[in-house]
């Protein structure tokens, strides 16, 4: 399956290519990161991971350096890369892209690429829902704490799967209910003012089952759940 030709970068090394018809609910998601870009980070860390998923900080870093740095020489994709906070843990001599649907984090993210100096590496402002890549792309997809905030999380696990190549691994980090009781708490509170997924493992499991992605359990922190799917050969 053919997909749109991409644009050329912008000044900013930032490829836009977010739909026309993009939802209302992507649009406030758009707004929200803009203005609190430059906070997000120190949010994520000091507010959001303890306060709200119930989990530690420390331990999410710890997870994902030990499910991403031994990814070497491989085309990954790290989609709702936000300011690019998984990039320190990605070997340099990958192939990066990041997306994400907020122009202003990826600013950040491009910043610390270029600290990183990738074997090669691009920036695009699109749409998880809809991605812009041929059948079977990319060696690896990460997407870190963003699945629930995905109005059609079903359609991104598909659009990933069709653009993994056949044995190539979907990690994933996403807030879930039924694994911490003081979790669901919160999350009852503000899941759905906000507009965000209540689901429980089992969905995902689903999901990745009838996209052709093996599920396979990783690890858990308070409500965050740590998995990775491999895709059938």
Known sequence: ???EILPLPDKNGIIKALPIDISRENMQRIKKFGAFMFLYDFAQDRF???CIHKADPKKHREILKNLIS?????RVFDIACGTGGAITYFDRSNEYTG???SYSMLKQAVKKAKKKS??????IQ???EKLLFDDESFDFVLMDTALHMIPEYHMAIAEISR?????GVFVCSTPVVGISKKFDFTWKKISD???LHSFYEADIQDACSRNGLIYIRFNTNGGVLYFHAQKRK
Not at 163 to 167: C, Q, T
């Open 48 to 50: 959001v991971r303890p």
């Open 193 to 195: 003012k906000r507009d």
């Open 118 to 123: 990738f074997q090669k590496s691009r920036f």
């Open 1 to 3: 399956m053919n997909k």
């Open 126 to 128: 699109g749409n998880a």
């Open 70 to 74: 031994s990814v070497k020489n491989s």
């Open 99 to 101: 997306l994400d649907l």
């Open 163 to 167: 653009v993994l190549k056949k044995g």
